[in-house]
Nanobody, 127 residues
Framework: QVQLVESGGGLVQTGGSLRLSCASSGFTFSTSAMGWFRQAPGKEREFVAAIGWGGSRTVYADFVKGRFTISRDNAKNTVYLQMNSLKPEDTAVYYC????????????????????WGQGTQVTVSS
């Protein structure tokens, strides 16, 4: 069974940091691009960051550039999102996603192009 399990969410003050983890199984992680998306109440799910297989290509949404860092550990089948300088508008449920058989060095920002999704982890940033 394919599983993506996010962890590391929680409550943090403005300016604080969190590191999200997504442990995966049931598919070939090493050749899958991985992404993070988020969804706030009443809003559509939006792209946050993605990383290609091998970790040589990363893409970030403009609103997180310079604050968030995506990384992966293929030996652990895990992708991470380090979030620094958090703002109240970062409050959302954060979802991990996998895109199988991605073209080398190509990373997608589109929700519809990802094959598997985790259950999400809540991030709340207080003001």
């Amino acid at each position: 069974q394919v599983q993506l399990v996010e962890s590391g969410g929680g409550l943090v003050q403005t300016g604080g940091s969190l590191r999200l983890s997504c442990a995966s199984s049931g598919f070939t992680f090493s050749t899958s691009a991985m992404g993070w998306f988020r969804q706030a109440p009443g809003k559509e799910r939006e792209f946050v960051a993605a990383i290609g297989w091998g970790g040589s290509r990363t893409v970030y949404a403009d609103f997180v550039k310079g604050r968030f860092t995506i990384s992966r550990d293929n030996a652990k089948n895990t992708v991470y999102l380090q979030m620094n300088s958090l703002k109240p508008e970062d409050t959302a449920v954060y979802y991990c996603a996998a895109r199988r058989h991605a073209i080398r060095l190509v990373v997608s920002t589109e929700l519809s192009e990802y094959d598997y999704w985790g259950q999400g982890t809540q991030v709340t940033v207080s003001s």
